[in-house]
């Protein structure tokens, strides 16, 4: 998975983040050097073509006019400390290869951010700093306090079974999400219109667009895993489908799935308290990741459900879903929320509506998914007692880093660039979030527009009255929307913004009513609502036995060939995605525009 931070402190002794340093005199303009090593198209990136209209660039001595996050911090450093330093920022394209990296000691980085699962490996074989206890609140005070709730608990044991402390100890959060199914409602409905006039059965009206009567159908279907594994005669949805080329992510779900009973049974139980449930599901307890046999029947439950699951899909992506959504190549994708994110946004650029779910089901029968953290960590290169002025001064201005990438206004433009959500609480990500999916807001925005309609801005008085009609309607039928809403349809989010922030009235602004265009959309990939929350567990590392035998089983499952029309159909389409591909490379794939032209 993909993919937020200020400050100095005596640092004890044996905790040094060390890196190469240069001279830094002032007189010769030499730096100091900051190592990041970061998952691909996860930061923020300016790009003219884009920022320049959507962002607020206006002031020339903000640190954020004009520049990449890494430059940002640069000119912020010589600002605040009046030095020179340089950022060296790299990337890899897998938790793995960053920790093979990391495990030859040729190469050293001041911070990495990966995944909550990364952490626990890292950490459990010795090789990331624990922050002092009397720093965390500096680490953390920009983080929501959700955060701290999910990974606190997270123990940390050695091979051996011994405990090195918790995961918050290790790390800072960065980003966060989910894995669901990202779909497009129309491709199924138009290419399978009998199977839904069936469904509708009396209520069909010929009369009437079908996809308006059938949207529902497919939200439904998506609203459980099951839809991945039909194989009824006549469904639209076997064969249509990607898996992502993830081993955790994938056996997850297919462990979610073959237990979809027990899992009902936990949420129905436990309550709020169901993660605890799941995710003993998912993992393997800690007092068995040296049980042979033990992870032997985990992995054969795993197996068999992604056979079943494999068998069903078109195939395996790797980084390709998104672009073979907006082509629709497939009409669906097992992917992380933040992919969804992007894809979604894009997609409105051709006309198309993609949705997003978390297929967590219902009281008809309650499932579940994984939720992720990636994380700042701080891996070990120094060693011996002593501990230079330059040692210190090298993880102060680390730390302040991982401090700056925290603050509310820096996780907001991340969060703008790459469409994942940041672990950053702060008001300016809230505004920014109401601004995107509030409906009273987006009422707002539509209305302010209506009233400053130019003529300038159209080629006919006709065509400007034509265009406000539409924006009339639109405004009238979400207002009407708004005018209905119940307490069910409410989104809650004051899980991760608190109750600090109130309006005029002192009502809670993380809870409102959801713009209707995003409320099955994006809203759904960046921010689960608060009544999702206990069908949402962490999958936490199986150790080296369990890791090893997860990639057994997923060498298994990766072998088989795909069904000779799905190479057939990769073969023949793979020329007509480079054009788009193309495209997406040119806008660097990481252009997430959330905001609609009017809001900007």
Known sequence: MFKIKKLVVFFPVSLFAVAALSGCSKDNHATRVLRIYNSEDYIYEYDPE????YADLENED?????????????????????????????????????????????SHYDVVITSDYMVQKLASKDMLYKFPEEEMDFYWENISTYMTQKLEPIGIVKSDGTSVGNLTQFCVPYMWGTIGIMYNPAKYIEEAPEFYINRLGDTYDPEVDLYDQALDLVIEDFSSWDVLYRTDEGNPYSKSFSIKDSVRDTFAISTIHANQDKIDQIVREMGDNAPEGIADVINIPTDKLNDKEYISQVMKVGLDDMQKLKA????????????????QKIGANLCWSG???????????????????????????????????????????HSGDE???????????????????????NATQNSYCVGY?????????????????????????MQDELDNLSIDDFDSEEEMQEYAAELQEEIDAEQEYVDNATEED?????????????????????IFVPYSYYAQRQLKAQYPNANELNRLAIMKDFGDI?????????????TNSLPVWAIILLSVEVAAGLGLAGYFIARKVSRKKLKKARIA
């Not at 949705?355 to 029968?365: K, Q, R």
């Not at 004051?494 to 809670?508: A, C, H, K, L, T």
Request: glycine share 6%.
């Open 490 to 510: 409410m989104y809650d989010l004051s899980y991760f913004f608190g109750d600090e922030f109130v309006d005029d009235d002192g009502n809670n602004i993380a």
């Open 546 to 558: 369990g890791t090893q035998a997860l990639l057994d089983t997923w060498e298994t499952v990766r």
């Open 50 to 53: 884009y920022d320049d209209e």
């Open 387 to 409: 501990i230079s002025e330059e040692e210190q001064a090298q993880y102060n201005m680390t730390k302040e880093f991982i401090n700056f990438m925290g603050q509310p206004e």
């Open 62 to 106: 903000s640190y954020a006019y004009k520049m990449n996050m890494t430059e940002q911090f640069e000119k912020y450093w010589e600002k605040e400390h009046g030095e020179k330093i340089e950022v060296i920022y790299e990337t890899f394209d897998t938790n793995e290869t960053m920790f093979n990296e990391l495990q030859t000691g040729k």
């Open 312 to 327: 069903n899909a078109f195939g395996f992506e790797t980084d390709s879903g998104k672009t073979d959504m907006t082509t």
């Open 421 to 445: 959500t940041p672990a950053t609480s702060g008001e300016e990500v809230l505004e920014y979030m109401l601004d995107m999916y509030d409906a009273n807001r987006n009422i707002e925005a």
């Open 339 to 381: 992919d969804a994110t992007w894809a979604m946004t894009e997609a409105e650029e051709f006309g198309l509506e993609l949705y997003f779910s978390l297929p967590l089901g219902n009281e008809d029968g309650y499932s579940a998914s994984n939720i992720w953290f990636d994380c700042f960590a701080m891996p070990k290169n």
